[in-house]
C-alpha cells in the first residue's frame, strides 16, 4: 500500500516548501524505503518552460526533457535520483487532458465539472506516477498558499484522498511561516492559526506543522502552534534559520519527525544511516580556503534563476575544501558601461557564463569574456554562455567583427551561433526546445574529457542554438577545440588550448550535481580555479 505525505504551505510562498519536502523525503528514503515527490503549481500554464526566470525561478530540466518547477532540482538532489517530467503537475495539464477527454467523447454527456472531473484527473495523476515509480511513500507538495484559488481543485483532490487511500495511508504536513517581531524577539503564532484554520474550512485537519522560523521555535509557540491547530506538540516541528539547505533534514530528524511519520502512516521504523550526509554538512561548513567566483548573467537579481547551477558549484566547493564567495555581475551593468570589467573582474579567481534568452546584456557578456579570456582566468560557459563565448572569440581572434548568435542578429553575415535545424517553422514554443539527456561522446587528451574521464556522458538540455559548425576548421586551427559532440551533430562541448581552463558547454551538468556526487566538470572547474587561487599571489 503507498502512503501519501501531503505538504501544504501557510502564511506566504517561498518559504522553503520545497527544501522541507524534498527534506522529509530524503529522510524516509534513508530508511530504505523507496520515495518519490511529486510537485503540484497550480498555475496554467502546461509547464514552466514558457514562465520568465526573473519571476518564477530557474526552469529546471529532467532527464526525460521536462521544463519544470525548480523544485523538482530539490528533489533531485536531496533523493539522489532522477525524476520525470511528469513529477511536475500543473492546472494547465490537468484541465489540457480533461478538454481532450471532453472532446473524445469520454465523459458520455455528463456536464464536465471542477468536482469531480477536474479532481479525479489530479488524483489519478497522482496515483499513476506513485504506481510508476513503484513508491512506497509519495510527497506530494501542492505550490501557493492555502486559500489561493488555484490551488482549490487541488486541494479539494488530496482531501478526497484521505477518504479513498484510509487514515493510515495519508498523512498532512503543513509549512508556515511564523515572523519574529524585531522590538521583542517574539514569535508571532497568529498567522499560523489562521492558515491551519483556513485549511481546516476546507476539510483538511493538518497532521504535522512545520513551523519556518528565524530562530528555533520557542516552546512557548510550539504550545500554542499545536494547541490552536489541534495537533500534538510532538507533531510541531521547528524549521529554523540555518547555514545551508542541505542542514534541515538533520535540524528535523533530530526533533524525531521520522518517529511522528512512522507511527502515524503505520511504517516500521529504521534507524536511517545520515553518516555521509553529515559529513557533507560538515565539508560544506568547513571550508575555509576562499574561492571568488564571479557569476555573470542578467538574472542576476533573482538569485533562484540559476539555482541549480548555484548549488552544483556548492557540492563541487564543499569536495575540493573550498568556500565559495558568489560575485554577481550583472551583464547589463557591464554593457551599459556603468561598471568596467576590469573593476569587477580584476581580483576574482574565476567565472561562469551564465545561460540566457535574448539581446539585453549579451554585449556585456562578451566584453567579460574577452577580459577572461586574455587574462588566463578560469571560464566556465553554460548553454547561452558557452555561446557568447563562441561569439567573443569569432570577433576578438578570428577578426569576424559582426559574428554573432542567430538569436541576437536574424541579419548578422557571420552566424557563428545558428538556429538548430530541428527548430526551423515551429507553431508552438511550450515544449519545443532541444530538452533532456543526450548522449555526448567526449574526445580524449581534452580538460573534458579529463574531468569526466569516460568516453560517452549524458547531459541534459534545453536550447535551440548552437554552434554552427560550418566554422569548426578556422575555431580549431585558431586554438579553440571541440571536446565533445552528440550524436544528432550538435558541438557540446569546446575548450581553449593555450589557456588555465576555458570551457563551454551547451548542456546543462549542473541540473545533475548532486552533494555526494557532484558533476565532474563543475568539480573540475573548482579544482583548477583553486589550484590557480592558490597559486597566484593574493
Ligand atoms: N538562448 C539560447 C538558445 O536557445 C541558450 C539557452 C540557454 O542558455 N538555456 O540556444
Known amino acids: 500500500m503507498t502512503k501519501y505525505i501531503f505538504v501544504t504551505g501557510g502564511v506566504l510562498s517561498s518559504v522553503g516548501k520545497g527544501v522541507t519536502t524534498a527534506s522529509i523525503a530524503m529522510l524516509i528514503k534513508s530508511m530504505g524505503y523507496s520515495v518519490t515527490a511529486i510537485k503540484i503549481d497550480p498555475y496554467i500554464n502546461v509547464d514552466a518552460g514558457t514562465m520568465n526566470p526573473y519571476a518564477h525561478g530557474e526552469v529546471f530540466v529532467t532527464e526525460d526533457g521536462g521544463e519544470t518547477d525548480l523544485d523538482l532540482g530539490h528533489y533531485e538532489r536531496f533523493l539522489n535520483v532522477n525524476l520525470s517530467k511528469r513529477n511536475n503537475i500543473t492546472t494547465g495539464q490537468i484541465y489540457y487532458s480533461v478538454i481532450m477527454k471532453e472532446r473524445r467523447g469520454e465523459y458520455l454527456g455528463a456536464t464536465v465539472q471542477i ?19 513503484n513508491a512506497d511513500v ?32 495519508t498523512l498532512f504536513v503543513h509549512v508556515a511561516l511564523v515572523p519574529m517581531l524585531k522590538a521583542t524577539g517574539e514569535q508571532k503564532t497568529k ?49 529554523h534559520d540555518v547555514e545551508t539547505i542541505y542542514e534541515v533534514p538533520l535540524v528535523l530528524y533530530e526533533q524525531g519527525l ?37 557569476m555573470i548573467g542578467k538574472y542576476t537579481k533573482l538569485r533562484d534563476s540559476y539555482i541549480s547551477i548555484v548549488e552544483a558549484i556548492k557540492h563541487a566547493s564543499a569536495h575540493q575544501g573550498v568556500k565559495p564567495e558568489f560575485i554577481w555581475i550583472e551583464s547589463t551593468d557591464v554593457e551599459q558601461g556603468s561598471v568596467r570589467v576590469e573593476d569587477v573582474l580584476g581580483n576574482v579567481d574565476c567565472a561562469l557564463i551564465l545561460p540566457g534568452f535574448g539581446k539585453r546584456g549579451t554585449e556585456g557578456k562578451v566584453k567579460a569574456i574577452r577580459y577572461l579570456r586574455e587574462n588566463n582566468i578560469p571560464t566556465l560557459g553554460i548553454c547561452f554562455g558557452f555561446q557568447m563565448m563562441i561569439v567573443e572569440f569569432a570577433r576578438n581572434v578570428l577578426g569576424l567583427k559582426d559574428a554573432n548568435s542567430r538569436e541576437l542578429d536574424p541579419n548578422t553575415a557571420n552566424p557563428v551561433v545558428d538556429l538548430l535545424p ?64 552528440s550524436y544528432d551533430g550538435v558541438i557540446e562541448f569546446m575548450e581553449l588550448k593555450d589557456h588555465r581552463f576555458f570551457v563551454g558547454t551547451q548542456s546543462h551538468p549542473e541540473f545533475k550535481s548532486r552533494p555526494l556526487n557532484p558533476s565532474p566538470l563543475y568539480n573540475f572547474f573548482i579544482y583548477v580555479s583553486k589550484e590557480y587561487a592558490r597559486s597566484s599571489a593574493r
Open 115 to 133: 468536482i469531480p472531473h477536474v479532481t479525479d484527473e489530479i488524483k489519478s495523476s497522482i496515483r499513476s506516477i506513485a504506481k510508476e515509480m
Open 138 to 169: 509519495v510527497l506530494v507538495e501542492i505550490g501557493g498558499t492555502v486559500g489561493d484559488i488555484e490551488g482549490l481543485p487541488f486541494l479539494e483532490a488530496i482531501r478526497q484522498m484521505r477518504l479513498e487511500e484510509g487514515f493510515y495511508n
Open 191 to 239: 498567522p499560523v492559526q489562521h492558515s491551519v484554520q483556513e485549511l481546516r474550512r476546507i476539510g483538511i485537519q493538518p497532521d504535522v506543522i512545520i513551523a519556518r522560523c528565524e530562530k528555533p521555535l520557542e516552546p512557548e509557540a510550539r504550545k500554542k502552534i499545536a494547541l490552536y491547530s489541534n495537533v500534538p506538540p510532538e507533531a510541531v516541528f521547528s524549521n
Open 258 to 294: 521520522l518517529r511522528i511519520v512512522c507511527e502515524r502512516l503505520r511504517l516500521e521504523y529504521r534507524e536511517p544511516d545520515l553518516s555521509k550526509w553529515v559529513d557533507f554538512v560538515a565539508k560544506l561548513k568547513s571550508a575555509s580556503f576562499k574561492l571568488r567566483i564571479a
Open 422 to 485: 530541428s527548430q526551423q517553422n515551429l507553431q508552438f514554443m511550450g515544449g519545443t526546445m532541444r530538452l533532456g539527456a543526450k548522449p555526448i561522446k567526449l574526445i580524449r587528451g581534452t580538460l573534458v574529457y579529463e574531468a569526466y574521464k569516460k568516453d560517452v556522458v549524458f547531459e541534459r538540455h534545453r536550447h535551440r542554438y548552437a554552434f554552427n559548425t560550418k566554422y569548426v576548421d578556422v575555431f580549431e586551427s585558431s586554438g579553440f577545440v571541440i571536446s565533445g559532440f
